[in-house]
Each structure stands twice: as C-alpha cells, then as structure tokens.
C-alpha cells in the first residue's frame, strides 16, 4: 500500500520566463485533472510588470501565492503534485528553493522567443541536483523560429541532449498541428481553448497525410521526421531520469493544444519521488517513518496577524494529523492539528500525507528554510542552497524606540528566506542582499505591518557576495586580513566576501591561489 501510493505520486514545478505561458499550462493542466471545469479560472500569480511596483501588487503576490503555492489532482491514477513558483524575478530565489522539494520540472519556453534569461538560471540549478527536465516549445499559434534552430538552441543555452517527441507542422496562421513521434499519430489544430482536439491516426507514408495538410506539408513532414531520426538517437528514458536529456514537445497552452501529450508523457516517465540526501544518511521515499523538510514559508495576507504557512516536503513515509514528531533544529516534540493540502484555489485539511506529497503547516515563526521534522531521528537534510545576492544594502533603523521589533522582525524574516543578512565585520553594520528590488519594499513593507518597526535603507554598490575557504589557514588569514573592511559574515558565521566590483573578485582570485570563491552556500 505505501509503496503503491508513493510510487503513483509525480512531483514537479513548471519554470519559465515570465510571460512564457506558465500560468496558461498549469491551468490547461488542472483541466486535465478535473480541478477547475472551465479555462480562465486560474489567475497568474504574476505582478504586473509596471514601472514602479505598489504595496498592494506585492500584497497580491504574497496572498494568491499562499493559495496556489501547491496544485494537486489525480490524473490516470497518478497523483500529480505541482509546485507553484513566482511568476517575478524577484523572487526568483524562492523559485531556487521550491525546485529543491520537487522531483521533475517542466520548462516552457517561448516558440518565438526560444531560451531567455530566467530559463537558463533555473535550469542551472536543475543542472546542479540532476533533475530530470521536459520541455514544452509554447505559442506555435504565433510565428515561431525554425524547430531545428530551436532544438540547437535548447541544447545549447540550457547544456542538455534534447529529443523531440512531437514535431510541429509550421507555426503562425499556418500552423497545421503536431506529428506524435512516439504513438505515430497526428494532432490537427483547431484554436480553441476549451476543447480538446481529437487526434487521428494516420500513416505518413500514405496518401491520407497529403489529404489532411496538404502535399508540400506532408512531403515536409517526412523529411522532418528522417532528419530527426537520422539526427537524435531513440528517446532513452534513462538518459532523462538521469537530467542528461530532456524530451521535447510543441504545442499551444492557451489553446489547449498539444497538452495532453505532454500530460501522458509526464505521468508516465516522470520519477516518482526520489531518495533525499541528509547529512547523516540519504533517506529514501518507502522508509516507514516520516521524515520531511519546510522548503518555503509564506505569510499570510491578513495584515492583522502575522500568521505564516511552512510548506513540508514528505520525504519519507506517512504524515499524520495530531501525530508527535521532533522538530530537529529544537529539539522538541511539535502535533499539527490542521495541516493543510491545496487543491487548484482550495485549502482542505488533510489526514495524512505520503511521500512525495506537500503539505501546508501553520506557523508562528517556529521554522526557519530548510528545518526538519521526523519521528524522532536526529536527520539535517541538506541545506539548501543560498545563492549570491545581486542587490545589497544596509538597513538601518529608524525608529530607535522600536529596534527590538526590528530585529525580531528582520530575524524572522531571513527565517523564511524572503532575503540574506550579512554582518559587515569591519563596522557591524547589517547588509541585507537580494536578488531584486522588490525585496526590499516587501522587507520594509513587512516591518511595518507586522512588527510595528521602521527601517531605512543605505545603497551600497556591491558586485557580489561569496562564500570563501581554503585548506591553507595562513593564506585565509592573510586575505582576511588584507580585505578586512569587506569581510563579513553569513548568519551561519561563514566566512563572505564582498567583492564591490567583478575586477576585485578577479584580482583576489589570482592573488589568492588557494581560496576557494564560492557563489552559494551549498558547497
Ligand atoms: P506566464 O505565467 O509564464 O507569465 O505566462 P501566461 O500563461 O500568463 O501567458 C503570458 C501571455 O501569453 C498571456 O497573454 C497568454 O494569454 C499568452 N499565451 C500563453 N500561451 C499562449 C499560446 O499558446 N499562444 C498564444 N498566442 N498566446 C499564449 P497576456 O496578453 O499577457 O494575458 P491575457 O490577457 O491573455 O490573460
């Protein structure tokens, strides 16, 4: 029973560029499951990209991203778990955390557009834990580049073997629809985002294709599909388990088109949920005892009470209401009376849990990214990944009668992962670092609403943060020594060094041959 339940369960996130079609996918998806019954019920969770961002979009942000922050439905017998991730950059290191709880991702990408920035970013870090990618070429209703192009760019830009496993037949007002390689069949497209279109099974090597597109199509099509074959050797599901080589399928999600075969695909090869490495020993998924980790908080939108939601991956075994687990970190026995499963915009309580599955935990601030819970074995899952900031500054307070709130509250705040604080040990100032600006307006947001305290902010111009060691003592202390006006330290009291420049991070690394210059913390 247990091995059948967390064998059938498919865990994974959706990444793209903003504005690829993520959000039109994962709707298209939840029709699939049965979640929602007609399109356009699931709002993007993306701000609005205006030129100067407000409180209320970063309040929608935190609110809808509460609710949607876990999508599950069953589809064929599978139980299919998606994570959501920010549709804004900004929050791109919370997407970094959330593909840490995941087995499997999905990349879409833009027919017109191919690979962008925020896709290349988000598959290094697939890169960096093997995770197993497919990847859907989205908007072949617009003009698209030539699918071959495509191919070599996704195998280029994003370091991964590709193999079609549809093959579109034109893009734009021409589109004709999709050629499933794998079960032979052809998709024909008819625009429409409500209706999925039927699928004919045809032999290419007959008249019947020229007949339903045309003969130069159909003498295209066949040439396509030999170059293909003649190209990409048979799509090995190992190779894909492994992260080495990602199918590739091409369709329109606001169209409803080509989803399905994706679907189908997925369930099918997608792993089920995979072994986690702690420090101690790697935990595999069918173990009897629960084991888990909250890889996400998020606050809630009531600006009345602080009130927060830990997100748990199950890694191993079976989550029970009410049941007594260890809280690692405190060492202390903590019961949940109404932890919670989301489906599509709905919050229900659950009883239990089973690996692979995620689940929502009230929180008052007891976790902190990346805190485990089991039924009694000391276990630290790996820590995940911080990655260097992009923007710093320092906070400063601006009410002195309030610096207790505003250190609880910037506490709490890097508990949940919302920015990184650094300690300048030259002047003990407090540098928080970001990966954009937004950031910091949720973080002074944040102290005001919740902690009644008031920070201000000082730009510094910093190029990079990063984490340094060395083998050699004496040379770590002499850099040490020499930087010391930008040395600081990490709230885990790790060496970091703050380079103001990409030229003083170069010359460090060649005067400094046995320091090791890191740009996350996992290393
Ligand atoms: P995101 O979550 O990745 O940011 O993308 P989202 O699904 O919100 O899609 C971004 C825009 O691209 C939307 O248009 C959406 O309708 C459109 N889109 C998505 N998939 C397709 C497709 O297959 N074909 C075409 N032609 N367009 C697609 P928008 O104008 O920004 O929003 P809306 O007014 O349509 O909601």
Redesign the pocket.
Known sequence: MANQEIERRRTFAII?H????????TEKLLLFGGQIQVAGAVK?N?IKKTATSDWMDIEKQRGISVTTSVMEFDYNGYKVNILDTP?HQDFAEDTYRTLTAVDSVII?VDGAKGVETQTRKLMEVCRMRNTPVIIFV?????EAKDPFDLLDELEEELVINVRPLTWPIESGPRFKGVYNIYEKKLNLFQPSKQVVTEKVEVDIHTEDLGNRIGAPLAEKLRSDLELIEGVYPAFDVNGYLKGELAPVFFG????NFGVQELLDCFVEIAPSPRPVQAEERTVTPDEPKFTGFIFKITANIDPNHRSCVAFCKVCSGKFVRNAPYLHVRHNKTVRFSSPTQFMAQRKTTVDEAWAGDIIGLPDNGVFKIGDTLTEGEKLHFKGLPSFSPEMFKYIENADPMKTKQLNKGIDQLMDEGVAQLFINQFNGRKLIGTVGQLQFEVIQYRLENEYNAKCRWEPVSLYKACWIESDDPAELEAFKKRKFQYMAKDREGRDVFLADSGYVLQMAQNDFKHIKFHFTSEF
Do not use: C, I, Y
Request: net charge positive.
């Open positions: 793209a903003p504005d690829a079609g993520k959000t039109s996918l993007s993306k549709g879409v989205n908007k072949m209703d617009r329109s999600a606001l169209n």
